[in-house]
């Protein structure tokens, strides 16, 4: 199908993703025409300040968002401003006055997708995001189309450029935290403000996003629990590296199936983890972006490439673009997000996770007793323990004989447990007489790796 | 959109990946309804003995394929037989009649794909076949709609698991091909006849699949220059592993620049080739499949996953059933496949390559001034020389200075050239009378990475 009417375009931002997409929409316009069947033209851009923008045309820059979204000459509408609002009013206008919508706007999905969702259906236009989650990776596409016929077990990954740089900085260097994220600031990697990447936040919103679309489940940045990467140090990488792992800020996303009296639930959160060195994830290192995914009849994928930046961010702008333009040349619609399958989403305390915890002890005899007997009282099994450090520097084959020569330090790799249990048991350890200190506490993850012995224990 | 009228399928084949679409579609119904927006049921099976499928029911079975595909209730005709006949003619029958078709087929796409894609355009039904190309890693979907805004510049992976296992093996284990071959067929990854597999047939479809989407050109199999692993020696690998590379079976689509007066064009190409250790490619072993695609915007992207096997592939066909079942419900149809690039693919002699060779010479001076001089009188730049065995094992730093210690054998890597000329200076080199035999001609692909050096000149 072609036409000879154009498809029109306003854009809501020009920064460094806004200003790739007007690039590519200017140098590919021949291949977009014969792609999607029809000229695509930009109608309009909007910005705060015009001034700053000289390279666009002056006819097309206005400063009124609103009247540009609903203007009648407009059929798509592209959003690359983030942010709450006033995104979302500005897209719920383009929605109510029939414009299909790409956006790149993950806190805003994660926050209140369903609100824009529904309107789109209200409204029978498109809403397409492949932008908003692992930049120019395709993603969400495969995960809502290819694997349509397959049942989704896991979505886990990198979907963070900023802190993968940061914790790879700090396998590769030695370095603090501290020192990783100026070299991070210093070379662009990371924000003035770097509070929604270190913390995960911006993890946690691609998890909902991801969570919602692999588990036809409504699930928001509020219901993803989120640790970010700050309390992490360079002897946790050190560590991670003696036990033959590497530390990630993993995005999980996780379906758990119902036990006892208990549905099927689905899980979703963010935090550091040590995941094996031989995992495919511990190989991507500085600002590249790499998702896993487990289905039940595909079995393992993984997608890799870059998360950020303004050339990739507009790449999947565009190929959004391209879709939403070929189906109103077709005057059809792609499929929309489904949250039929409504499943509960569990709370991280219910969650089983694994606990690498490490202690500064009392260099005497009790203490691996007296540490041992709370992870005990909670029901939570030990995998392995190693002290180091104190009267010996070795290993302790076996509780008994370990505990005469306990010393400074000790590590305790779990098996799973309940989150909750867990971090009810860490707590109880740091008001023990014999432990100095809880130096850190990092999950393990073996993302369908077994990883119960992690070399810790021998 | 939702109905209360099923779309109703026909299958074709129910061996290893048709029970598998089978056992998805019965135990997935209540999910596939959900997404579809209607019931998706089987209305018949068509098979050749009958009697060995006694798990179908059997008011479902027939044997006659034809009457099958133009039934008036059928709505999509799902074909997982493979091979170009009889499938083609059904296929054209069941588009004719007005169905949507999935298929599985890479040989018949990669032969004759434009007359499908002109029957189902004239038809106005989908024609969607995900599953032909690197069983479920989703692939085709995000080359034709994620990167559908982009400029996708090279597509480069491992598309056959056999291959893969077999180079694998012997580079896991040193064991020669014919031992690798015979441990892959006797765990079931390589076919009693595995022609299509070693020789680099299958891969070939593949590379013209991907090639004609990636570039919006047709490009058959016939377009593709083949070449299989039969060649492949535990000494290549060796060798390989000793210059810090890897071999494997790589089908390569790139889009070569126009220079001169030469107008752009893409190569279409799949043999075995020397990749740095460091490439991620180079990771993948055993059966997995994983495909690199480059694009100017997305930068680098890889897809990883499981390449066959019945699960994995009846995966990729229930994800294109889902689209096509979707568009039969709305009303609409997919995008459709474009050749309007119509590049013109470049013959394999002017495709710009470089060669690893290896040859047994006399124990002699002047034995490398007249292999170089072969390659310098056809314009091939050496990159790096090395010699063994012989009176001294050892490199040589200088050609001047190696002349009188050249010994039994001498390695050359080349910078790129055109192919032919390669070709040529090999020819070339077997009729030198200082020459006594090539072991071995193998490419280098550096895939964007630099190899110049491939330490094999120090």
């Not at 792609?35 to 033209?41: D, L, M, Q």
């Not at 914790?167 to 210093?186: D, I, Q, V």
């Not at 100095?436 to 990092?442: A, D, Q």
Request: charged share 20%; aromatic share 4%; proline share 5%.
């Amino acid at each position: 199908m072609t036409s000879d009417a154009p498809v029109r375009v306003a854009l809501l931002g020009c920064g460094t993703v806004g200003s790739e997409v007007v690039r590519l929409l200017e140098d590919q316009a021949g291949d977009l025409t014969a792609r999607v069947g029809a000229p695509v033209e930009l109608a309009g851009v909007a910005v705060r300040r015009p001034h700053r923008h000289p390279e666009l045309n002056p006819d097309l820059v206005t400063t009124d968002a609103s009247a540009l979204v609903t203007r009648d000459d407009v059929d798509v509408v592209v959003e690359v401003v983030g942010g709450i609002e006033p995104a979302r009013t500005l897209l719920l206008q383009a929605i109510k006055s029939g414009k299909s919508v790409v956006t790149a706007n993950k806190a805003l999905l994660a926050e209140d997708g369903a609100t824009l969702a529904e309107a789109a259906d209200a409204a029978g236009v498109d809403l397409y995001y492949e932008a908003s989650v692992a930049g120019a990776i395709p993603l969400l596409r495969p995960l809502r189309e290819s694997l349509a016929g397959d049942r989704i077990t896991r979505v886990a990954g990198i979907v963070n450029g900023t802190t993968n740089f940061i914790l790879s900085a700090m396998s590769a260097s030695g370095a603090g935290y501290a020192e990783a994220l100026e070299e991070a600031t210093r070379l662009g990697y990371a924000e003035a403000d770097p509070t929604a990447d270190v913390d995960g936040y911006d993890a946690a919103s691609k998890a909902a996003i991801l969570a919602t679309i692999a588990f036809h489940t409504r699930v928001t940045a509020a219901d993803v629990h989120c640790e970010g990467i700050r309390r992490v140090t360079a002897a946790d990488i050190a560590a991670a590296r003696g036990l033959g792992c590497a530390i990630k800020l993993l995005a999980i996303c996780e379906r758990v199936p119902g036990s006892g009296g208990a549905p099927e639930s689905v899980s979703a959160r963010v935090y550091p983890a040590m995941i094996p060195l031989s995992h495919p994830l511990a190989g991507v290192d500085g600002a590249f972006n790499a998702v896993f995914v487990e289905a039940d009849a595909a079995g393992q994928l993984m997608f890799y490439g870059q998360g950020a930046g303004g050339a990739p961010t507009a790449s999947a702008v565009l190929g959004d673009l391209v879709a939403v333009a070929r189906n109103r040349v077709a005057g059809g619609r792609g499929p929309r997000e489904s949250a039929y399958a409504s499943l509960p989403v569990l709370p991280i305390g219910d969650v089983h996770t694994r606990y690498h915890v490490s202690l500064e002890v009392a260099d005497r005899a009790g203490v691996l007793s007296a540490v041992a007997g709370e992870f005990a009282r909670r029901g939570v099994s030990i995998a392995a323990v190693r002290q180091t450090g104190g009267r010996e520097d070795g290993d302790v084959p076996e509780a008994e004989a370990a505990e005469e020569e306990l010393a400074a330090r000790l590590v305790v790799v779990t098996h799973g447990a309940p989150d909750s249990a867990l971090h009810a048991t860490v707590e109880a350890l740091a008001g023990l007489d014999v432990v100095r200190g809880v130096e850190s506490v990092l999950r393990v993850e073996g993302l369908g790796r077994p990883v119960s012995t992690l070399g810790v224990a021998g």
